[in-house]
Nanobody, 122 residues
Framework: QVQLVESGGGLAQPGGSLRLSCAAS????????MSWARQAPGKGLEWVSG????????YYADSVKGRFTISRDNAKNTLYLQMNSLKPEDTALYYC???????????????WGQGTQVTVSS
């Protein structure tokens, strides 16, 4: 069965960095686009970043552009999110999500991980 397991969250200071990982299993990882999304306390789900199956195209929400970098290692079945210059407003539960095809279509995801908490505070 499809499993997505996020890790790497934690407490960071403003201006600091964290790298999230999402270990995928149960499907051919290299065939599907993937995304990161987040949900802050009391707010709705926000899409953060996405990447095509072969890593050829990446996309970012305006709120994270220039600070976050999405990448994938298809040999290791792992998705990453490098987060730099963190801000308190980046505090959220971060999820990875699998798209149903090799490219991204807004809002179309068929599997989600359980999330990893990121807290940015001094």
């Amino acid at each position: 069965q499809v499993q997505l397991v996020e890790s790497g969250g934690g407490l960071a200071q403003p201006g600091g960095s964290l790298r999230l990982s999402c270990a995928a299993s149960g499907f051919t990882f290299s065939s599907y686009a993937m995304s990161w999304a987040r949900q802050a306390p009391g707010k709705g789900l926000e899409w953060v970043s996405g990447i095509y199956s072969d890593g050829s195209d990446t996309y970012y929400a305006d709120s994270v552009k220039g600070r976050f970098t999405i990448s994938r290692d298809n040999a290791k079945n792992t998705l990453y999110l490098q987060m730099n210059s963190l801000k308190p407003e980046d505090t959220a539960l971060y999820y990875c999500a699998k798209a149903p095809r090799g490219f991204l279509t807004p809002g179309e995801y068929d599997y989600w991980g359980q999330g990893t908490q990121v807290t940015v505070s001094s």
